[in-house]
């Protein structure tokens, strides 16, 4: 079936720093890529997406491009901001199309 | 997108009672689920919930320990029956439709003492 597996954290950078969070996929088709975001105390967020091969998604000064060569969805922001700290998580459908398959996700420490 | 509430948003409980989590969505959607997320742990899936129809459990869940009800295309209840201090999790209600992405409610962190 289908899965993700996503970089272990934590990783921790100083503001302004450059940040790479891996993920990479096993998918039957193409099925739509998610990242989802939890601050602490709270729920999960749509951060972006991206429904098919080369798609970008980007939001918030975040992006991932949809890789179909690599299956990989690579999560990056050039200038990390204290309130980015928080858990990362990569997503994608089942093999039914219905519920999402989350990574284990990856905790983001950012000091000032 | 869709906003999701739920409640109530923590409890304490004690071993061998049930507590019922309300998740209420603003407009109507065709799916919606319930999920586990365990301490420094990331999301399992309980099951779907289907509206006038049981639910449909993901492996290693059953409907005795988690019935739900999903009375109509807003609204949808997960219990957690006799409880033990191994069901202390935070339980999350998504919304959606079939392909799209799914919102999330803001959780229901559970203590089972």
């Keep these: 079936g289908n899965s993700v597996t996503q970089m272990e954290g934590p990783v921790t950078l100083s503001e302004e720093a450059f940040l790479t969070i891996n993920c990479t996929y096993t998918a039957t088709g193409y099925p739509s890529l998610f990242w989802y975001v939890q601050y602490p105390g709270e729920g999960l967020q749509l951060l972006l997406k991206a429904t098919k091969a080369d798609d970008k998604g980007s939001n918030k000064g975040f992006e991932a491009t949809y890789r179909k060569e690599t299956t990989s969805f690579h999560l990056e922001k050039g200038s990390v901001q204290v309130s980015d700290s928080a858990v990362y998580f990569c997503a994608l459908f089942n093999q039914a199309g219905t519920a999402l398959i989350f990574g284990k996700g990856t905790t983001l420490s950012v000091s000032s | 997108s869709a906003v999701i509430s739920q409640k109530p948003s923590r409890d304490i409980c004690q071993r061998g009672t049930s507590l019922t989590i309300q998740c209420q969505v603003d407009s109507q959607v065709t799916m919606m689920f319930w999920y586990r997320q365990q301490p420094g742990q990331s999301l399992t899936l309980i099951a779907t919930a289907n509206q006038g129809s049981e639910a449909t459990y ?28 191994e069901d202390s999790s935070i339980y999350l209600c998504s919304a959606g439709d079939r392909g799209y992405e799914q919102y999330f409610g803001p959780g229901t962190r559970l203590t089972v003492t």
């Design chain 2, 58 to 85: 993901e492996s290693g869940f059953v409907i005795d320990k988690f019935p739900i009800s999903r009375p109509n295309l807003t609204f949808s209840t997960l219990t957690v029956s006799n409880m033990s201090p």
